[in-house]
């Protein structure tokens, strides 16, 4: 069955700091794949999306993220986080029409 | 510019009451799915519509049903509620069926008592 793993349920990083959020998919030689950002009691934003080409991709916010075939993997990253970042981050795979969403990762950031 | 528009925002609802749930996708958009997020999970996706059909079905309770109007506006309505029904759910709006990128409304906040 299709899933995507986000294998870290929490993340705390320094204000400034650098950021990666880990996402890993198990279906499709061609995946179709996003990171969403879900502040508290809020919907969720897209912040990027990979459908083909350039394996990194630039997203809102200052947010990458890069496709790895080899690993499964679409990484999220930002050189340098902001207080504001503070949310959780669902990475998804377009299957079947329907995503399907990883269990999540909360970021806390510390001043 | 206009996004999805999901009401209400909150609703509280006793055990084995009904509730329905209304989403008014973006404009020109002809399919809508719709997401549950039960507290502290990842949404899960219940069912969807394109161009006034069901397209697709997840893991929706027989108690639940939903379709699509001629304005492509969606209901959700959900009957003999239970406090597992407790719940954010999201409705998203796309043109077209597939390898699009979805836009999420705000969600709506049910808890049953």
């Known amino acids: 069955a299709q899933s995507v793993t986000q294998p870290d349920i929490h993340i705390t990083v320094s204000e400034g700091a650098s950021l990666e959020l880990r996402c890993n998919y198990s279906?499709?030689?061609?995946?179709?794949l996003f990171w969403y950002v879900q502040s508290p009691g809020q919907g969720l934003q897209l912040l990027l999306k990979?459908?083909?080409?350039?394996?990194l991709v630039q997203g809102i916010k200052g947010f990458e993220a890069e496709f790895k075939r080899s690993q499964s993997s679409f990484n999220l990253r930002k050189p340098s986080v902001h207080w504001s970042d503070a949310a959780e981050y669902f990475c998804a795979q377009e299957y079947g029409n329907k995503l399907v969403f990883g269990a999540g990762t909360i970021l806390r950031v510390k001043s | 510019a206009a996004g999805v528009i999901q009401s209400p925002r909150h609703l509280i609802k006793e055990k084995r009451e009904t509730a329905t749930l209304k989403c008014y996708p973006i404009?020109?958009?002809?399919?809508v799915y719709w997401y549950q997020q039960g507290p502290g999970q990842d949404p899960q996706f219940l069912i969807s519509f394109y161009e006034k059909m069901q397209s697709d079905k997840g893991s929706i309770p027989d108690r639940f049903s939903a379709q699509q109007f001629s304005d492509y506006h969606s209901e959700l309505n959900m009957s003999s509620l239970e406090l597992g029904d407790s719940a954010l759910y999201f409705c998203?709006?796309?043109?077209?069926?597939?390898?699009?990128?979805?836009?999420f409304g705000q969600g709506t906040r049910l808890t049953v008592v």
């Open positions: 990979y459908f083909s080409g350039d394996t």
């Open positions: 404009p020109r958009h002809d399919t």
């Open positions: 998203a709006s796309t043109s077209g069926t597939g390898n699009t990128e979805a836009f």
């Open positions: 279906y499709g030689a061609t995946p179709y």
